[in-house]
């Protein structure tokens, strides 16, 4: 049936059709009346009610949260005497107040521990490499030398999932935990507690990514904070593996900010740690570069007699990266040696020179020499930005 143009047809006339199609149509009518007054009783346009997460789901976000962090700072109190993958360093007392900085995506730490005596402890911590100085205050250890620790050469150290050190590693805690529970809701935000893993295995079934933990975390406990955004603003850690026992109760401040650690700063340590005896007494001239892009850094530096699979080639090892890098392979890499040296070549090489030094390049990969030092280079830059950083090879220049 066809009506007129903004004609209004009433409901009665509807009904009085004969047929299952006006039948239909009054069933309808009647249950949207039905429904529009379920909304209205409902609260109508009122937000639907917001479900709070559930412990776990709480506990995940925030995990994650905090192992995506670009760097965070943190203080509190540790307890551990043994030096453990997650408290490297000098053997020290047993309790001590700790501050510190961590840079998670290139696993950089930098942290001042003080004891009841007042004895200060400074740990710096790059990728495997550990450096530490100490002295009788806080305030002396700025006078205090660096020195690097002996490597952990072991089978579990070596492990590409284990060059992290220190503080950075409690973000793989946190996330590797598991069996959530909530113990508390205040003033300070939710709380909630979860079990470390007992194996590597339990470990990468919660967190195939994350890296190795440290044996004396097996089982333990930890307890983390979040705030009303769901970060971890507080982080408790108590393990006992074996006769090591560690108890960590620090806060946590996420800043995502490159000013969280000074480029002077995480290139000391590694800087000045280099024997100076040793350097002046190595068969080849040691370089390194002078001028260096904005936010990169000298992150680790290593002189040796020899490796094994290079014993009778002296060296100095360099390594450069960039702050604002999301991975520890994006920066630069440098050999320093003797020219007689051997090593392997790239037949795609193509000739290159800086200054006195003359050799081959090819993706961001060569090697050039002087006659008298030798110096191979890795890096994924493009080829003339390798060129433009290696333009500015000088001698090394120890503190």
Known sequence: MNFPAGAAESSTRIVRQRGRGARLVAVVAVAALAGAGAVALAGGDDPPRRVPPTATEAYET??????????????????????????????????????????????????????????AVEVATSGASVWSRSA????????????AEAPDTSAEATDPMADRLGIALIADAVRSGGSVRQVGDGDDGRVLRAVLPVDEDERRDRCRHCRRLDGALAGGRVTVTLDASGDVTRA??????????????????????LDALDPAGIAA???????????????FTPVELGVLPTGWVLTDAHIGPGTDVWPACPFLSLQYHDLRAAWRSEGMSLLVTTADCPGPTDPRGHP???????????????????????????SFLPDHRAAELLASLQPFASS
């Open 352 to 378: 290159f020179s800086t200054g006195a030094f003359t050799g081959t390049i090819v993706l961001g990969d060569g090697v050039v020499s002087d006659g008298t030092t030798q110096v191979r280079f890795h």
């Open 269 to 283: 340590p590694p800087r000045d740690a280099l024997p100076a005896a040793d350097l002046a007494a190595a068969a």
């Open 62 to 119: 925030g995990a994650k949260r905090l192992l995506a962090a670009w760097s965070f700072s943190y203080r509190g109190t540790v307890h551990a005497a043994v030096p453990t993958a997650l408290r490297p360093g000098p053997e020290g007392t047993r309790d001590a107040t700790v501050e510190g900085t961590v840079h998670l995506p290139l696993s950089i730490t930098r942290e001042r521990a003080v004891d009841a005596r007042g004895d």
């Open 236 to 257: 408790e850690i108590r393990a006992r593996g074996g006769a090591v026992e560690v108890a960590l109760d620090l806060d946590v401040h996420r800043t995502d900010d």
């Open 136 to 147: 009788t205050s806080a305030a002396r250890l700025a006078d205090a030398a660096w020195a």
